[in-house]
Each structure stands twice: as structure tokens, then as C-alpha cells.
């Protein structure tokens, strides 16, 4: 299943609300997963089953579809959520395959 | 606190081999699937191997295999990646990653990462 991210890069200003596309090539029910990659840390597992928050994931994250169509949003954007984002489906395994990235910037 | 720390990460030539090592704690090691992922230089990420709890099923993707092997040892909480056959396509952060006690193939926990680089 291939995975496609958008966009790759985008730039916001702490406050501000964002999105992230992430689609599926073929039906993965909701088996996706969001990850938060930063500089210097471990990935971080932020949602999953498409809209599941782990815990430990501030409620101001949130992920949503089903199918083949996905999006994370984050809401009031804090200076800590600038970071690179990925999407991950596991509906059809191995191989699990992840999306290309998308970069969030502060503006 | 779970805690996944990778080790064994260099410069290695093409054609030779590695073995990366993962030292787990903070929890029951031998109650959970492990994996690597990597990723390359400027690249995303790319699921490179699974092991079973008891290391009796192992999964990779055409990319590796045949010339990585993954085994644990749940005595010493420790998860390990046999490199072989290493080409400059390996060259990545290799990471290793915990799939949750549910049986969905994603990845609750993450190391840090060790850097593999393939060249002459």
C-alpha cells in the first residue's frame, strides 16, 4: 500500500490551526498511525486506529478518516509541535509503509 | 519507563557486515513484537524487519532480505539486527521500535537511533 503525505513542507505561526493529508492507494479501513519526529529525540507514536489518541498525546492533536483518506490536525499550534509528521498504515502487513514526511515550520 | 537504546552503528564497507544491537528496559521485553525501522539520509521512513515474542517468526521486506537477520534474546531484553551483504542503499538511522502488546503493526515506542553509513 502506498502511502502519500501532503504537503511536504508548511509553515505556521504558533496559535494556528493545521492540517496534514495522508492517503492510502487502496482501502486500510482505519489502521493508520501518526508519528512526531524531532531532532535529538525518539519518534513519538501520537495517534492511531485513525484517530486514537495515545496516551500522552495533548488533546489539541486529532486524526480523522477512514478508507483511503486521513488527516492530522493540530489546533493552537505550540513552539514544541514544530516537527516533521508522518502517517503509517498497518492494514496490510509486512510490509507496513509509511508516508514521505511533511516538515512543520514556524512561520 | 520504556526505554529502546541502539548500539553497533559505523562505517562499514560495502560488501561487509554489522550487527546492531537494541537494549531494551521498562518493561516485560519478552511480551512484545520488536522491529527496525530506518531511515536514510534526507529520506522517510522504511519498515526494515519484525520478530515474533519468542523470535520463532521473522519478517522483512524484499529490500533486506536474505541479507538481514533479526533475533532477540529475551534473557538479556535485547533485540539485534544482522547486517549482511551491505550496500550504499543501506546507509540510514537505524532504529529500533516496539509494536504495542495489540496485534496492529505499529510502533509505540522508539530509540534514538544508530547511524549506519556504507561506503568506501
Known amino acids: 500500500v502506498q502511502m502519500t503525505q501532503s504537503p511536504s513542507y508548511l509553515a505556521a505561526s504558533p496559535g494556528e490551526s493545521v492540517s496534514i493529508s495522508c492517503k492510502a492507494s487502496k482501502s486500510i479501513s482505519n489502521n493508520l498511525a501518526w508519528y512526531q519526529e524531532k531532532p535529538g529525540k525518539a519518534n513519538k507514536l501520537l495517534i492511531h486506529s485513525g484517530s486514537t489518541l495515545q496516551s500522552g498525546t495533548p488533546s489539541r492533536f486529532s486524526g480523522s478518516g477512514s478508507g483511503t483518506d486521513f488527516t492530522l490536525t493540530i489546533r493552537s499550534l505550540e513552539s514544541e509541535d514544530f516537527a516533521v509528521y508522518y502517517c503509517q498504515q498497518y492494514n496490510e502487513y509486512p510490509p507496513v509503509t509509511f508516508g514521505s514526511g511533511t516538515k512543520l515550520e514556524i512561520k | 519507563e520504556v526505554q529502546l537504546v541502539e548500539s553497533g552503528g559505523g562505517l562499514v564497507q560495502p560488501g561487509r557486515s554489522l550487527k546492531l544491537s537494541c537494549a531494551a528496559s521498562?518493561?516485560?521485553?519478552?511480551?512484545?513484537?520488536m522491529a527496525w525501522v530506518r531511515q536514510a539520509p534526507k529520506k522517510g521512513l522504511e519498515w526494515v524487519a519484525t520478530i515474533s515474542t519468542s523470535g520463532s517468526r521473522t519478517y522483512y521486506p524484499d529490500s533486506v532480505k536474505g541479507r538481514f537477520t533479526i533475533s532477540r534474546d529475551n534473557a538479556k531484553s535485547s533485540l539485534y539486527l544482522q547486517m549482511n551483504s551491505l550496500k550504499s542503499e543501506d546507509t540510514a538511522t537505524y532504529y529500533c521500535?516496539?509494536?504495542?502488546?495489540?496485534?496492529?503493526?505499529?510502533?509505540?515506542?522508539w530509540g534514538p537511533g544508530t547511524m549506519v553509513t556504507v561506503s568506501s
Open positions: 521498562g518493561f516485560t521485553f519478552s511480551n512484545y513484537y
Open positions: 521500535a516496539r509494536r504495542p502488546i495489540t496485534p496492529y503493526w505499529y510502533f509505540d515506542f
